[in-house]
């Protein structure tokens, strides 16, 4: 494996190339001229997406007995985002170039060099003509006339057919207003001065029903977690299911990025795998347990206990998503950052940030949040339909306590409550009556929120397996071989099968029949064509972990090899030599 650290812009650029040469990753609408922010999987991309798909859900529902799995509409009532606070703050700030139109992410823009333009307007022969005035930057070392040129050129393009040639644009009243060393008030592409900060919302509008007025407005979804809440009592009444316990579901999510960039890590159209756990309030936890467990490094946190309050069962799900990362090869490449008590929501209590190293970047790869009670609460205010659920255990602990015992229970609410730092307090006659229904085994349940985001996870993946290596050949020639270095478990094919010879019928079809033994098992390719050798680093560069080559020995020209292959890994290109029928075997207990 190569050792030294690649220049990222190039390694991002040979990623995006790659993705498109074997069918990973395509720009959306490409013989159209594409599609913003939107990409699509060619075959080896849908496989590997499938194949993290797969290994959440069985991580987070099939081989757990806590969580179940929930599969919702995109389109749902607009309701749904009033409550849950979308329709009001889902909003990026934004800014929008004077010149195009074109908008920008505030936090996105950066600095740049030059010298500060201004015209009073524009004309052309065939009369058309603005009069307003139009502020541009000219790059530091950009030459005038090409700088007029580009102007020319975009006030052509933002006016249309109307202004003819853009060529033939006269531009008027040229002055130098001043030079600037690094500003951020001109549009990183088109240069052209940027507006005030605007919140923009990122929510993608849709209409619903055959009107298609402002009544019928909806949303498609931003995010899968609001159909989890607004399920979840669904859920609760038809499982047989006692909090705490979880629903998750894997779905797409749609926000109409200002700005989407770094290939599909930001996107307007992608895929989230989110679980939303509901655990007891705290209070809960001490009037049934006699205590909630603090959280101190190191703690034991390998089986959820029945004392756990939000801080264990939000350590909890930071180390389980770890656990997952390892097991899908990214252990390596992850940070996580704690949001600050200034970063974090009102309502929020903690948030972790899994970071990734991507070529551009360490970037956020999932969110990890322990929300409280607010988005049910939300819900359950906004749809005038209790969340709460009925706890036995509860409503018979709290009746074993004295008046003194609940008082100090209510007591150390309001201290809390008090003392907050963000949001209001709540006012002391809904504490008491939140306690009230709480010593009645009544309460909302309050919710973990792991949050991922499949589409980075991909790219993640993508960027942690690409790999370089010089081969020499016979002749001494140098050749550069890309290899994807995925996990078995997550790459699109796991094993390319090929016979020695394609002109030997014997050699095909012994490899077609130990093709038809793996392929129903596991995603495999067949392969005739050109030298072993290239055969392999096609496979290499597919991310293909294993190889099986079907020779003469096989067939038996040496009797005691007769029905093995020899099977090449990618990475060690180790070789051994295994009898056909234990290869099925060999190849499963290695994925
Ligand atoms: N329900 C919580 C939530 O949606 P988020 O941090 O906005 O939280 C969660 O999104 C995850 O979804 C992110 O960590 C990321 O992996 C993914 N994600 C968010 N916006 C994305 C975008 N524009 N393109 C691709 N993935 C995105």
Known sequence: MSDTKPDPIAQMEKIVSLCK????IYPSSEIYGGCGGVWDYGPLGAELKRNLREA???AMTRDREDILGLDACILMNPAIWKASGHVDTFADMMRECSLTNKRVRADHVEAQAGTVMQFTGARAANGWSI?????????QGEHIE????????LIGQNAGAAAGKAEEIELLGEQKIEVVTASV????ESCGLLGESRPFNLMLRTYLGPTATEADVTYLRPETAQAIFAQFKNVFDSSRVKVPFGI????KAFRNEVTPKNFTFRSREFEQMELEFFIKPDEAVEIISGEVAKWTDGADLSEPQPNWGWEMWHQYWVAERKKFYQSIGLGDVLKDYWQTKDDLAHYARACVDILCEFPFGTEELEGIAARGEFDLSQHQKHSGKTQEVFDEDLKNAAAKLTPEQKEALIQKRLAAENSKVKGEPMPEADVRAWFERLFKGNYVPHVIEPSAGLDRMALAVIAKAFD?????DDKGKSETITVLRFHPRVAPIKCGVFPLLKNKPELVAKAREVYALLKPHMNCFYDETASIGRRYARQDEAGTP???????DTLGEKPELLNTVTVRERDSNAQHRISISDLLGWLQARL
């Open 131 to 139: 009069s307003r005035q139009i502020t541009v930057l000219m790059k």
């Open 146 to 153: 090409s700088f007029r040129k580009r102007v020319r050129a």
């Open 21 to 24: 040469r074997r069918g990973f």
């Open 248 to 251: 998750c579901q894997i779905g």
């Open 185 to 188: 008030d001109f549009h990183p």
């Open 56 to 58: 959440w859900w069985r």
């Open 468 to 472: 370089e290596t010089v081969k020499i």
């Open 546 to 552: 294993f190889g099986v080559t079907i020779d003469f």
